[in-house]
Each structure stands twice: as structure tokens, then as C-alpha cells.
């Protein structure tokens, strides 16, 4: 997948992947968002110019998530990232009860424990396996260390 997003990432360009990705959920979205979009312009009009802002904020604080996406996945690989993802969940469970006071049911619990757990599995499973060392004799050594001298 590495060598796919490194090899279109060259013929797309650099800003290429974050258009075709919003470019590909358009067909999605816009449906489901036609019956609302008169009313959103309308409330864009009359809301305030810090509103506006705050709107057009998040628009460049998503365009910068998707472009940091496909940056992670290029500098590491798409199983890194979703490593990462999967065990983000950890201090946002605890970030979540924490700052909303809410603590979770036993079927809350249960929900939290078996997501979790579901993370770490597939991270434990996606980690490489450490090769064993390569023993070689004090003869072989020598006979390579003369093989590269010649």
C-alpha cells in the first residue's frame, strides 16, 4: 500500500489525494444534503461575521486533517496509522468520562472494554516479528571480512 499511495502520491501531486478524497464524498453527501442546504445558506447569511469565522476555521482545520492523514500514511504506512487510530480511543474514553462527568453503564463499560481490546489485539497481531539473530562462527567472519578485502 506504501509503494501504491508513494506511486500515485508522484503522479497526483502533492495536494491531489485531499481533492480526490473530498472530491469522492461528494456523490454521498450531497444528496442527503440537499433538502438542507436552503435553509444553511440562509442561517450562513444571517449568522454573525465570528459565526462565519469560526465556520470557515473548521473548513481549513478539515482540509488540514486530510492532508495530515495522507502525510502519516506516506511517512509510516496505512497499518501504522490505523494502529494509531485503534489506541487513540484509550485516553479519549478517559478524556470523555473525565471532562463530561458521565460514568458509563455496565453495558458502557462492556462497549469500552471490548473496543479497546479490539485495538490492542490488532496491534499486538500487526507487530513485526523480531528475527532471530544470525549466529555465525569466527571462521565465517574471517572468510567474509578476506572475501571483501580481495
Known amino acids: ?3 501504491l499511495l508513494g506511486h500515485v502520491s508522484k503522479e497526483i501531486g502533492r495536494y491531489g489525494p485531499v481533492y480526490y ?7 454521498f453527501l450531497f444528496p442527503a444534503s440537499l433538502t438542507s442546504l436552503p435553509g444553511l445558506f440562509g442561517e450562513i447569511t444571517a449568522a454573525p461575521a465570528g459565526a462565519i469565522v469560526c465556520l470557515l476555521l473548521m473548513v481549513v482545520a478539515g482540509s488540514v486533517m486530510t492532508f495530515a492523514t495522507f502525510w502519516c500514511m506516506r511517512i509510516s504506512s496505512p497499518t501504522t496509522y490505523s494502529v494509531t487510530g485503534a489506541l487513540n480511543k484509550i485516553p479519549l474514553a478517559v478524556l470523555g468520562i473525565v471532562i463530561f462527568n458521565q460514568v458509563p453503564t455496565m453495558l458502557g ?3 469500552i ?28 567472519e574471517a572468510e567474509e571480512g578476506r572475501e571483501k578485502g580481495q
Open 1 to 3: 500500500m506504501k509503494v
Open 21 to 27: 478524497n473530498n472530491l469522492l464524498s461528494l456523490p
Open 109 to 111: 463499560w462492556t462497549g
Open 113 to 140: 472494554s471490548i473496543a479497546l481490546s479490539g485495538g490492542l489485539l490488532y496491534t499486538y497481531l500487526n507487530l513485526p516479528k523480531a528475527a532471530a539473530p544470525v549466529v555465525t562462527s569466527p571462521v565465517e
